[in-house]
């Protein structure tokens, strides 16, 4: 199992949280958080992000009236990385291209933002 995750790492490319405010900056990714609503109450957000409940993805993925028929490029977080990555690949597995993950989440992003107020 371990092999079959190191694949599935090199196939959805993560995007560090140092890039996230050019892109937010530049709005040149759509971003997907697909947390739950509550967590994103609690936790905040990231501007611009699109909500689309983890639980809730499969039904866009399939939907022909969905953000998900552009380009992209999409850029996928959760709140550590790990519920974005598995979203980003089943999006891939429907065949949408451009998709990437943001690595270490929300709470990644918030701790660099908290470093740069010190």
């Not at 866009?60 to 999409?74: K, V």
């Not at 597995?93 to 701790?111: D, P, Q, R, T, Y």
């Amino acid at each position: 199992m371990i092999a079959q995750e190191k694949k599935h790492r090199e196939v959805i490319e993560q995007i560090t949280v140092d890039c996230l405010d050019a892109i937010i900056s530049e709005n040149s990714y759509t971003i997907i958080d697909v947390r739950n609503p509550k967590g994103i109450e609690d936790q905040g957000s990231i501007p611009g992000a699109i909500n689309i409940p983890f639980d809730t993805i499969d039904k866009h993925y399939e939907s022909y009236n969905t953000i998900f028929n552009n380009e992209g490029p999409f850029l996928f977080c959760c709140t550590g990385g790990v519920m974005s990555y598995m979203a980003a690949l089943k999006a891939q597995e429907k065949g949408i291209k451009n998709v990437f993950n943001l690595e270490g989440g929300h709470s990644a992003w918030k701790k660099l933002k908290k470093s740069e107020e010190s």
